[in-house]
């Protein structure tokens, strides 16, 4: 069995240089990864150098990146630590992609406890409250354990060199105001480092929400509903549930379109979207919510209408790829077909709605404008340029809305030539 690789992220601090020493000393296939965000000039050479001599004195694989934080915080619109943030990230995933790697951080039970404060202050539900998690994905964190006067005593035993960040003592960013004035000033007042009961907790808030998250998406499980290949609840179904649980389900809805930050006040204005009619809500990051009839809809802004055309050949399986399935049309019957019938052999479509498409429900006349089928059927005019048509010319042989599918019954008396159609999901 091949040995696990693992990217340290290597900034130079104290709690990175252990992370690196203990990596090594374990014997893994160890590399490290190393971002300059080019702000601190001197400072930040000077962490660079000596990282790289560092890992050339540990025979540890580095690879340096450089950025210009400064520049992506103001194409993005972003704060200069988020930016960082973000860039650090980006760098450390395709490094370990590349490698086929996991990544260790060095987050300590400080940076944990700063945080968890962070989060409370700021209004966050139970998931902020977790802090940080020791395992998300390929990213581990084997230094949550640790306090950082723990880690630092390590330095001094060992005689481990480190270098210290000079933008850790100032107090420009929220969180060095908790790290260096809040803590300090309960400390002060309790007598007692509240650093290890603020992990605690958040360790035992981890593991409840790891038990809800279960729970969780078993029930958006539950609400899902199959609309034209679109994420869809059910209202009926989530109004079932506790009010507790909604919150989660929708929050879990808006994070398959966005990883981003979103609040409860987020989740709350969806929620409060339930009590209308109709109506939508535009949240961060492109994504929108919109309830039409009994079904909630989550979907990205900048996601265009899915309209299409695909001609139909005999004998093949054609893919739809805007829906996801094969519609298949045959001279032959076969398992699961709806057969129609001609006077000659017709030329068939699979699209979406046109100008002046009509469906048709006896043999005489009795014929519907499309437009006004959908309003009698309850489609969304947001979705109906994307619902699946199964045409001859402008006549309609069969809509499929959702898991329904009506057909025009013009077709169904014995002529000529006979076409067997069926679709199914890929």
Not at 123 to 144: D, F, Q
Not at 376 to 392: M, T, Y
Request: with cysteine.
């Amino acid at each position: 069995m091949p040995e696990d690789k693992v990217v340290v992220g290597l900034s130079g601090g104290a709690d990175s240089v252990v992370l690196l020493h203990m990596l090594v000393k374990e014997k893994k296939s160890i590399y490290a990864c190393h971002c300059n965000h080019l702000l601190r000039k001197e400072e930040a050479n000077r962490d660079e150098d000596f990282v790289v001599s560092l890992c050339e004195r540990l025979k540890v694989p580095l690879k340096v990146v450089r950025f210009d934080v400064l520049e992506y915080a103001k194409l993005h619109k972003l704060s200069t630590e988020e930016a960082g943030r973000i860039l650090r990230y980006q760098a450390l995933e395709k490094y370990a992609e590349e490698l086929g790697a996991k990544i260790a951080l060095a987050h300590n039970k400080n940076d944990q406890a700063e945080t968890v404060l962070f989060n409370l202050f700021r209004g966050s539900g139970t998931t902020g409250l977790a802090g940080i998690p020791p395992v998300r994905g390929n990213i581990i964190r084997p230094l949550l354990g640790f306090s950082r006067a723990e880690i630092e005593t390590i330095c001094l035993e060992n005689n481990i060199a480190y270098v210290s960040d000079s933008t850790n003592a100032e107090n420009d960013y929220s969180r060095n105001k908790i790290r260096n004035l809040l803590l300090p000033q309960i400390e002060n007042l309790l007598g007692y480092s509240p650093v290890n009961n603020i992990a605690k907790t958040s360790s035992i808030i981890y593991e409840e929400n790891m038990y809800f998250e279960e729970i969780t998406q078993t029930a958006l499980e539950e609400c899902l509903v199959k609309k034209n290949n679109e994420f869809a609840l059910d209202i009926t179904i989530l109004n079932n549930y506790h009010k507790v649980l909604q919150k989660k389900i929708v929050l879990s809805a808006i994070r398959k379109f966005s990883k981003k930050d979103f609040t409860y006040g987020h989740v709350n204005a969806v929620l409060a979207l339930l009590s209308k009619e109709n109506g939508e809500i535009h949240l961060p990051h492109s994504v929108v919510a919109k309830k039409e009839f009994n079904t909630l809809y989550f979907l990205n802004n900048a996601e265009k209408s899915r309209s299409f055309w695909y001609n139909l050949e005999y004998e093949e399986a054609c893919f739809i790829q805007e829906l996801g399935l094969y519609v298949k049309m045959s001279e032959r019957p076969f398992l699961g077909a709806r057969i129609f019938y001609f006077d000659e052999r017709p030329e068939i479509c699979a699209r979406t709605r046109q100008v002046g498409d009509k469906i048709y429900f006896n043999s005489i006349g009795g014929s519907k404008k499309i437009k006004d089928f959908f309003i009698e059927q309850k489609v969304p005019a947001s979705r109906r340029d994307n619902v699946l048509l199964i045409a001859v010319g402008a006549d309609i042989l069969w809509v499929r809305i959702g898991e329904r599918d009506i057909f025009s019954n013009r077709y169904d008396t014995k002529k000529d030539f006979a076409v067997y159609i069926s679709y199914e999901e890929d």
